[in-house]
């Protein structure tokens, strides 16, 4: 499946340190969000977030793939929203790691830019969702 | 990025409790006057307006005049620019990397 979201990162530091970074549950609550993350496939968690008015702030999880240290996968829910998140990881030299995440399986209704106001409560669903993004801008 | 453009940008708007809460309250019923927002909140009727000059510049609100009061309405249009999901993924985990990677550089 083609990845909706799709980023490529590089890192000089050991492969072993970035996949700590996601996959140790303390780290990620200072990068990501809070979690009860446990790298086991078949551990269902979630993120966390402060609640707004039209999000409750919490992302449900289900771990896919552990294949430590190049690639972990999970089920990322959220606002009736289902995507997979998958982090690859590769060593391309001595030191230096290549990070990619794909978030995959959006859904085409909220990938189309579709009409302008197809009543109040799709835009707000939404909106919620990129309130943690806006708020953190300011 | 001058104070002004950034008081119309719609991220902005919405990124105070109180304007959220006036959205939600024009979300909710077609048109309301002035007088009918104000105690909703606890503050003064000064800055409700200012709240709502805000979001009309932001052009998430819409007014009129009918007599003497002046009546709001909802543009939720504004709101399609940031109600793609595939962007707004973009950005959060932008911004995440951001933060992965100063935590890597502390652990080097």
């Not at chain 1, 859904?107 to 669903?125: C, D, L, N, Q």
């Amino acid at each position: 499946m083609k990845s909706d979201v799709s980023l490529e990162y590089k890192f000089t530091n050991s492969i072993e340190n970035v996949w700590n970074a996601l996959t140790d549950s303390e780290t990620l609550a200072k990068w990501i969000m809070e979690n009860d993350f446990k790298p086991i496939v078949g551990h269902k968690f979630q993120f966390r977030t402060e609640p707004n008015e039209w999000w409750n702030g919490i992302v449900d999880c289900e771990v896919l793939v552990v294949e430590e240290p190049y690639r972990l996968s999970y089920i990322w829910a959220s606002a009736g929203e289902t995507t997979t998140v998958t982090w690859t990881l590769k060593e391309v030299s001595e030191g230096t790691v290549q990070l990619n995440l794909d978030q995959t399986g959006f859904s085409e209704e909220t990938k189309a830019r579709v009409g302008a106001i197809e009543g109040a409560t799709h835009a707000w669903t939404n909106m919620g969702n990129q309130l943690g993004k806006v708020l953190s801008e300011l | 990025m001058n104070e002004k453009n950034q008081e119309r940008d719609v991220y902005v708007a919405i990124a105070d409790p109180t304007r959220r809460k006036i959205l939600r309250l024009l979300a909710e019923a077609d048109e309301i006057p002035l007088h009918e927002i104000t105690p909703q909140f606890q503050m003064g009727r000064t800055a409700v307006s200012k709240h709502l000059a805000i979001l009309k510049e932001a052009g998430l609100v819409a007014d009129r005049k009918v007599g003497r009061e002046t009546r709001y309405r909802l543009n939720a249009a504004p709101l399609e620019e940031i109600k793609d999901w595939v962007s707004f993924y973009e950005g959060f985990w932008k911004e995440r990397f951001v933060k992965l990677n100063s935590i890597l550089e502390e652990k080097k």
